[in-house]
């Protein structure tokens, strides 16, 4: 399926180039983030194999307006409930999240000052190549819907394990469409092979969530410190979707705690900012640094607690988690000074 949010980009245009807003904004048309919102979502809507979500901005010449539209896939269609935590999802990244800085470079040039609106237009579809009878080989279709008796029987005719459309292969579609049975079926059938393949199947599998695939890989010689999308290792990713038992299985197997991105101060630690508690002191018990923060000069423990300060101010009830999470990172701050 695919999902797409639509809503109308408000452009605030200096004086002096108001005549030629229109010229302005067509310059926009066509620009596209690099990073998608799927990269930052949490559970539930992690668990469910969502992905893409760019963000993109679209000229309607018949009404000369702009459009900011954001289209994700996903491996069956969402619930009202679903959709419902998506859109607000969406809305808060293009107000806070990738849309805060997104396409600076091209305001400023055209002297513009864009203001995202809530969504207008949602909604869902079939993607021609997920749904219509015939443009997706059966392999594809069977490892998407888990149908293993289906999988066996089109191996044995012959069917190519390692296909690829459009730079997705049967173990990728089992793996979005969370079929854990279909994705081991397919591991233990040969269907990664190099070291490449391997990590990035590790991933993939990590971000979903499917342990008992995390594990099959980890056991065929996937890299647990493999660098990945937006220089993330496998950890990285267990601990920004809160996966507690798969970070467990990572350090188990030599994962890095405190592994850096490349130009960033970004670590694990920093990676479970919102995680479940117990997977922060998962990551500190294995030796996480409590004094390395993402702004320099700043602790995690320090962030969590003005954040916590801030939610008490508002009385929100989710101050005492927050007050629970910097007395923790404090605790370990003093065992470290001791050590």
Request: glycine share 8%.
């Amino acid at each position: 399926m695919n999902v797409i949010i639509s809503a109308h980009a408000n452009a605030t245009i200096a004086k002096t180039k108001a005549a030629a807003a229109a010229k302005a904004l067509k310059q926009l048309d066509g620009l596209e983030t690099d990073e998608e919102c799927s990269d930052h979502l949490g559970p539930p809507l992690s668990d469910i194999g969502i992905i893409g979500g760019s963000l993109k901005l679209v000229y309607d010449k018949s009404r000369q307006t702009l459009e900011l539209v954001t289209r994700y896939r996903t491996a069956r269609q969402l619930t009202k409930r679903e959709l419902n935590l998506l859109v607000e999802f969406t809305e808060s990244q293009w107000a806070d999240g990738i849309g805060e800085s997104a396409f600076e470079d091209q305001q400023d040039s055209l002297g513009l000052d864009l203001l995202f609106e809530k969504a207008s237009q949602i909604r869902q579809e079939v993607d021609a190549k997920q749904g219509r009878p015939g443009s997706v080989p059966r392999l594809f279709a069977a490892a998407r819907e888990g149908k293993l008796d289906m999988l066996k029987q089109l191996l044995l005719e012959g069917a190519d394990i390692r296909a690829e459309v459009k730079g997705n292969s049967p173990l990728i579609e089992a793996v979005l469409a969370n079929q854990c049975g279909a994705a081991l079926f397919l591991i233990e059938q040969g269907a990664v092979v190099t070291a490449k393949e391997k990590f990035e199947e590790l991933q993939r599998s990590t971000m979903s969530g499917l342990i008992d695939v995390v594990a099959a890989l980890i056991a065929r010689g996937a890299d647990v410190n493999g660098i990945g999308l937006h220089g993330y290792t496998p950890l990285m990713w267990a601990a920004n979707r809160g996966h507690t038992q798969i970070a467990a299985l990572l350090l188990a197997h030599g994962a890095k705690v405190n592994a850096r991105v490349k130009g960033q101060r970004k670590t694990p630690l920093i990676c479970a900012e919102t995680a479940p508690l117990e997977l922060v002191e998962l990551l500190l018990k294995h030796g996480a640094d409590p004094a390395f923060g993402e702004v320099e000069g700043r602790t995690p423990g320090q962030e969590a607690a003005n954040y916590a300060l801030r939610l008490r101010e508002r009385g929100d009830p989710d101050a005492t988690e927050w007050e629970a999470r910097a007395a923790l990172y404090r605790r370990y701050e003093k065992k470290t000074k001791r050590a």
